[in-house]
């Protein structure tokens, strides 16, 4: 990442984490009383813990399914789960979410739920694509060499599609990032919650207060997952610039 880059980055980081604070430290705008920052910190934590656990969901599913659907013996199932994965994501959000918690109940859960679902897709498109790429010829080196397909799969595929795999993962974690907000017309707290009360009485700082810790912690994960990315990918597929 250039100079040029990182200033972008922290001067935009530090315009939203300003406004928080400024809209914290405000108080209140006529007789509407802002969050406190207590309250404020709790809802990020409540936030992240949505995103993370949604998340974590989406990788422990979606990786396997992505995988799967390389092998010779699985490819016929293939479309028809990336055709399920594409349902989920054409639905708008707003209703998926109330949908959700038509059916689990208003909270949580149902937000974790309408999270997960976001965020698989990107994981298994990526995962799938990651390892069909991979040029055949080292393949067939690395069997040639005597390695069994566990080894191969351990010691080629997955090192070679990883890149491929944390970019899904990266994309998957900023959209849910900007969605759990929305989870919080269900009841299900984080930042939400406070972007829902400001649309309410229509008072903008509220709207602010919740808005900006939330494209904040977007912009801070992306960062995050950007620099797992670099260092998973292998040496000889590095693009310096």
Same mark, same amino acid.
């Given at each position: 990442m250039r100079f040029g880059k990182k200033g972008i980055f922290y001067t935009i980081l530090i315009i939203l984490v300003g406004l928080?604070?400024?809209m914290t430290v405000k108080g209140e705008v006529g007789i509407f009383k802002l969050a406190p920052a207590s309250k404020v910190f709790s809802a990020i934590v409540r936030h992240l813990q949505i995103v993370v656990v949604a998340e974590v969901l989406a990788i422990i599913v979606g990786i396997p399914i992505g995988f799967l659907g390389t092998?010779?013996?699985?490819?016929?199932?293939? @479309?028809?789960?990336?055709g399920i994965a594409n349902v989920g994501q054409t639905i708008p959000t707003l209703a998926f979410i109330g949908i959700a918690g038509a059916l689990l109940g208003m909270g949580?859960?149902?937000?974790?739920?309408?999270l997960f679902v976001y965020a698989i897709l990107p994981i298994i498109r990526n995962t799938n694509a990651g390892i069909s790429t991979i040029n055949p010829a080292i393949l067939e080196?690395?069997?040639?060499?005597g390695m069994s397909p566990m080894q191969v799969t351990a010691r080629v595929e997955i090192p070679l599609a990883? @890149?491929?795999?944390?970019?899904?993962?990266r994309t998957s974690t900023v959209l849910n990032v900007g969605t759990a907000a929305v989870a919080?017309?269900?009841?299900a707290g984080g930042l939400g919650e406070l972007i829902v009360t400001g649309i309410a009485v229509r008072v903008t700082e509220l709207i602010i207060q919740g808005a900006a810790p939330t494209a904040a912690l977007a912009i801070i994960l992306d960062a995050l997952l950007n620099k797992a990315r670099d260092a998973a990918t292998p040496r000889g597929l590095e693009i310096r610039e």
């Open positions: 928080t604070i400024w092998r010779h013996s699985f490819r016929f199932i293939s @479309p028809v789960l990336m949580y859960n149902a937000a974790v739920i309408a080196a690395a069997k040639g060499m990883m @890149p491929v795999i944390i970019a899904g993962i919080g017309m269900i009841g």
